[in-house]
């Protein structure tokens, strides 16, 4: 069963976590985001582990928080990689009425459970996709800036290097396809807001 904490930012909170679910008998494995936990949990229990999870300080998202925000992830991963279109000129519009909330309200759920923004997810995806179809050889860095809607190919240059530490022109000219993967489920370590990641780090 998964369960989602609240943005956990420190070492200290990941082994808070581990150890008071240990205490309960229960066997996590990855612990990020969100805790995997081999065991089905039944209502008692899962009162428990909020419970003890709140001594140290964190706090489990309720199911209905975490649906919407797997929902908002779904709903631009969707958008980025599968549509047929250039994006959404106005995204936040397009998530509310998707969604049947306001903007601000999403943004701030987004943020509570996972540490970074809507608009930075976006962007990681957007990267990700122009990743691809720089790999594919089938249109140019114009039209990816258009697809993906950059207002130029500067632009788009821009926040390609900030992510992956490299321009799309030297992307493009490596000659081992190496793949520099960023998880759709996404690491929120390079997640965080202004946070910039070297290639060594991101391989």
Same mark, same amino acid.
């Given at each position: 069963?998964?369960?989602?904490?609240?943005?956990?930012?420190?070492? &200290?909170?990941?082994?808070?976590?581990?150890?008071?679910?240990?205490?309960?008998?229960?066997?996590?494995?990855?612990?990020?985001?969100?805790?995997?936990?081999?065991?089905?949990?039944?209502?008692?229990?899962?009162?428990?582990?909020?419970?003890?999870?709140?001594?140290?300080?964190?706090?489990?998202?309720?199911?209905?928080?975490?649906?919407?925000?797997?929902?908002?992830?779904?709903?631009?991963?969707?958008?980025?990689?599968?549509?047929?279109?250039?994006?959404?000129?106005?995204?936040?519009?397009?998530?509310?009425?998707?969604?049947?909330?306001?903007?601000?309200?999403?943004?701030?759920?987004?943020?509570?459970?996972?540490?970074?923004?809507?608009?930075?997810?976006?962007?990681?995806?957007?990267?990700?996709?122009?990743?691809?179809?720089?790999?594919?050889?089938?249109?140019?860095?114009?039209?990816?800036?258009?697809?993906?809607?950059?207002?130029?190919?500067?632009?788009?240059?821009?926040?390609?290097?900030?992510?992956?530490?490299?321009?799309?022109?030297?992307?493009?000219?490596?000659?081992?396809?190496?793949?520099?993967?960023?998880?759709?489920? &996404?690491?929120?370590?390079?997640?965080?807001?202004?946070?910039?990641?070297? &290639?060594?780090?991101?391989?």
């Amino acid at each position: 069963m998964k369960l989602l904490v609240k943005y956990l930012l420190s070492q &200290v909170s990941l082994i808070s976590v581990e150890e008071e679910l240990n205490k309960l008998g229960f066997h996590p494995g990855h612990i990020n985001l969100s805790i995997d936990i081999k065991e089905d949990i039944s209502h008692d229990q899962h009162k428990q582990i909020k419970m003890a999870l709140r001594k140290g300080g964190l706090e489990l998202l309720d199911d209905k928080k975490g649906r919407l925000i797997e929902k908002i992830k779904k709903i631009i991963i969707d958008m980025v990689h599968d549509a047929d279109e250039p994006l959404k000129t106005n995204f936040s519009s397009y998530l509310s009425e998707k969604l049947s909330y306001n903007y601000t309200y999403l943004a701030n759920i987004f943020s509570e459970g996972t540490g970074t923004t809507i608009e930075h997810f976006l962007i990681i995806q957007k990267i990700e996709r122009a990743k691809q179809l720089i790999n594919q050889h089938k249109v140019n860095l114009t039209e990816i800036a258009f697809q993906l809607h950059y207002s130029s190919v500067a632009h788009l240059s821009n926040q390609f290097k900030k992510i992956t530490g490299l321009t799309p022109s030297f992307f493009k000219s490596l000659k081992k396809k190496t793949h520099y993967s960023i998880s759709k489920g &996404v690491n929120p370590i390079i997640l965080l807001p202004g946070f910039t990641k070297s &290639v060594l780090d991101i391989i």
